[in-house]
């Protein structure tokens, strides 16, 4: 697949105030700081379409982004720490829960993951969150580029070997960098899989 245009079509606060479910949507969320808008703006081949930050808790809403005028792609609020009360951290987390419980044409979550660190609690709750309600997610290490391939090796198996303490098979995951492009081609191709499967 080749992105060819990608626009910014509205932000929302909860899902009632989405877009009519009428196309499939794949949605992306992760940690506070875990480089999504930057590994968005990488898929999308724009500097600047969702917005970056280095201070965590930039993304307060559900953003929604039309792509190729065929499907849209949402950046939700990141879960975790973040420089904001916690009752408005709570509020956004019960959203987004909300939208992904119930937002019926979401084809995948990309579920991202800071490569450079062993495995947080946070995600891993998150993660069989996820599979207890049968949601479809993809695991997106980010950030390849920081550390050294053994090192990417030693943190993603011990990702694997929590998992699997509780599961007896691993989700999809797929090694992404902002900054070199790695992984792009293999995210793009499982959407185009996934809006294929639903023709």
Do not use: H
């Not at 600047?48 to 849209?72: C, M, V």
């Not at 979550?109 to 309600?133: A, H, Y």
């Not at 090796?153 to 699997?164: G, I, Q």
């Not at 899989?193 to 639903?198: G, K, Q």
């Amino acid at each position: 697949m080749k992105i060819n245009t990608a626009k910014f079509v509205l932000s929302s606060p909860n899902l009632k105030g989405c877009p009519d479910p009428t196309v499939p949507e794949f949605a992306f969320i992760g940690r506070s700081n875990v480089g999504k808008s930057s590994l968005i703006n990488m898929l999308c081949n724009q500097k600047d379409l969702a917005k970056t930050s280095s201070k965590p808790g930039k993304t307060r809403l559900i953003n929604y982004f039309i792509i190729n005028n065929d499907w849209f792609l949402v950046d939700l609020p990141g879960y975790g720490y973040a420089k904001t009360a916690k009752a408005q951290r709570e509020k956004w987390e019960i959203e987004t829960r909300n939208y992904l419980l119930k937002r019926e044409n979401i084809s995948v979550i990309f579920l991202l993951i800071d490569v450079r660190i062993p495995p947080q609690v946070i995600d891993t709750e998150f993660m069989r969150w996820l599979s207890k309600n049968q949601l479809p997610f993809v695991i997106l290490f980010t950030k390849c580029d920081k550390i050294s391939l053994n090192k990417i090796r030693n943190n993603v198996k011990a990702f694997s070997d929590e998992l699997l303490k509780s599961w007896s098979e691993l989700p999809v995951a797929i090694l992404t960098s902002a900054e070199t492009g790695k992984g792009k081609e293999d995210i793009l191709q499982l959407i185009e899989t996934a809006i294929e499967d639903l023709k």
